[in-house]
């Protein structure tokens, strides 16, 4: 099993191992029937992932198939699967491994190649940009920028310390945990106007793959939020999932929607609106305690919070997950900035108990461990809510700026 922890809403990410084994039964898939065979309905997954991570399986890792192709062709295409949907981060990023196209070359007005550094709290991912079109449901999205990690041109040895100082390399679908990830959060572009600017911590220009040096790359050439650049439906995404029983099931399937409130099928229906900050967070109550930097993320597998009454798995190196002696049921209070304020029940269960069973497990909706601090993210201030949350429910991103029926983006919505 693998652990992911989103630090940040644009694109940090932890991945570490996890334990994992035999004993226990009464497992089996649950799905839930798509909205619709609409345009604008994608199929996506839940399961271990892709087929190197057969021996270190992913758990609640959601799963989506795109097709990119080369800029302007319809026969020049590659459909990918396993690209983890991620509502905390923004753009498409593909493992350089899977990729068998020759994507162009992203390059500023001197011809130095865009090379972009996404760090995260235990290491980095490196590579450049690449422009492609891509298909996905009935959606398309042409000329985008996309980031290829790992990429043989642009090897992570040579990344400048500024971006390899955190950690490892994260290069290959195995550290990865995924062939890419598309990044469908509320916020269009991956940095912004911060990185429109010098210094930035993210782009870089490299005349060769061994000469980088850091430089602004404006928003509007920044790896961003694919389905912003739909035609329609482009305005938000929904992603629907069933519920999963306590001793989860090995997988789950669900539907990701474009768009909110652009077709009969995406409707805001009863769902609440909580409006985010500038930098994407809404307030949680937990036991008391406010957490005012909080988020909602599809791109976690847990639910990340600082509870110092709960046991920690024995071997917190390889299982970073809480292991009460017996299942927990929990609640606390999710405020929007527009004050808008629900309640949400949730259960902890011991790590190990979920994984030692006879079916290995991908989806688990009573998981969940303390976040991890760093620089520049203080996990004691934040309850992440990754994709348990997801289950059993229909969750709304809206985008930054774009107007739905629930007024102007950005918001989550349940």
């Known amino acids: 099993m693998r652990a992911i922890i989103a630090t940040a809403l644009i694109g940090a990410l932890l991945s570490a191992g996890c334990g994992g084994g035999g004993g226990g039964s009464g497992l089996g898939s649950q799905s839930t029937q798509p909205t619709g065979p609409a345009a604008n309905v994608q199929a996506v997954i839940v399961d271990g992932g892709p087929t190197a991570l057969s021996n270190t399986p992913d758990v609640n890792t959601l799963f989506v198939t795109v097709t990119v192709c080369v800029p302007g062709s319809t026969t020049s295409c590659q459909t990918i699967d396993h690209i983890q949907v991620d509502t905390g981060s923004s753009g498409l ?13 992203h390059t500023d007005a001197s011809g130095a190649a865009t ?9 980095f991912s490196w590579g450049p940009l690449r422009t492609a079109d891509l298909q996905i449901a009935g959606e398309s999205a042409a000329g985008i920028a996309v980031q290829v990690i790992g990429d043989a041109a642009y090897p992570d040895t040579s990344a400048p310390s500024a971006c390899s100082s955190v950690g490892k390399a994260e290069d290959t679908v195995a550290a990865f945990g995924a062939n890419g990830i598309l990044g469908v959060g509320p916020f269009i572009s991956d940095c912004g106007s911060g990185c429109s600017i010098v210094p930035n911590p993210i782009y870089y220009a490299c005349t060769s793959s061994s000469s980088c040096q850091n430089t602004a790359v404006d928003v509007t050439a920044q790896v961003s939020n694919p389905a912003s650049f739909f035609a329609t439906d482009n305005n938000g995404v929904i992603i629907e999932l069933p519920s999963v029983g306590a001793t989860g099931a090995a997988s789950v399937s669900g539907s990701l929607v474009f768009g909110i409130g652009t077709q009969s099928n995406n409707g805001l229906g009863s769902a609440a609106v909580f409006t985010l900050a500038s930098d994407g967070s809404l307030s949680t109550e937990y036991k008391g305690q406010a957490l005012p930097e909080s988020f909602i993320d599809s791109g976690s597998n847990g639910f990340f919070f600082t509870d110092s009454s709960i046991p920690g798995c024995p071997d917190p190196q390889q299982d970073p997950f809480y292991c009460p002696s017996s299942t927990l049921s929990l609640s606390a209070t999710i405020t929007g900035q527009n004050n808008t304020s629900s309640p949400v029940n949730f259960s902890i269960a011991n790590a190990d108990s979920l994984f030692n069973q006879s079916i290995v497990i991908a989806a688990a909706s009573d998981l969940g461990g303390a976040g991890i601090s760093n620089s520049s993210f203080n996990a004691t201030q934040s309850f992440d809510w990754g994709l348990p949350f997801y289950f059993g429910r229909h969750v709304f991103t809206a985008f930054e700026n774009r107007n739905t029926a629930g007024g102007m983006g950005p918001y989550f919505a349940f």
């Open 93 to 105: 990023r593909i493992l350089g491994s899977v990729l068998t196209l020759n994507l162009p070359l």
């Open 115 to 123: 090379v972009e550094c996404t760090q995260f709290v235990d290491g």
